[in-house]
């Protein structure tokens, strides 16, 4: 069996061309490319019908890969019979630079990483709340780095969402919350004996509690 040789030496970016290069011609002396062709025009089409579309749909789908400083949306088309991919959208990821560390750790130490958020309440905590403990441009500073916010700006700035459909996406989530506060106001009050259903837990029999139980 051939086998693919790299420079250990090389940077990263030139061991992996390097791989690639010498997986391909690796292919290329096997034989897989024609074998591939012989399967498509072949084989194939014995497939049963259903499972075929399946994979062919599975095969055109979007994909969104995640690199240190972007996302980038590719999307996959035929031309030929073969499977091309194309750069659709990029979203800068340099505001995340901490997500990018945790996400190359994972990748290469192959272990958990933990990352601290930290979360800002931009409303109030009621109606009787005047918030005389914040200052107003403390809670705008904070907006302009809520990841709701910027990942909105994001999409709208790749082309890959429209203000109407951003609308739209707003109006169906407050429907949804209307209709729970509907139906909330609608029901009926819960019985005074079930105020500590699943809060706390039952209180043991006597028994148990005489017996050097749990108390």
Known sequence: MAQATVNPSAGGSSTRAALGANARAAARRLGLPAFLRWWQTELAPLVPRAPRIALQRRRLRPVLAVAPDAAV?????????????????????????????????????????????????????????????????????WKERGPIHTFTQRLKAANMLTEAQFLALDQAAMQEVDAAVAFAEAGSSEPVEDLTKDVLTPRPPAAVLTSGGPR
């Open 73 to 141: 949306l590719w999307e996959p088309a035929l031309g030929n019979g073969a499977l091309a991919w194309s750069e659709v959208a990029r979203i800068p990821l340099a505001g995340d630079a901490a997500a990018a560390r945790a996400v190359d750790y994972v990748r290469q130490q192959r272990a958990p990483y933990f990352l601290e958020l930290h979360t800002y309440r931009f409303r109030a905590h009621s109606m009787f709340d005047a918030e005389l403990y914040r200052a107003k441009a403390e809670v705008e500073a």
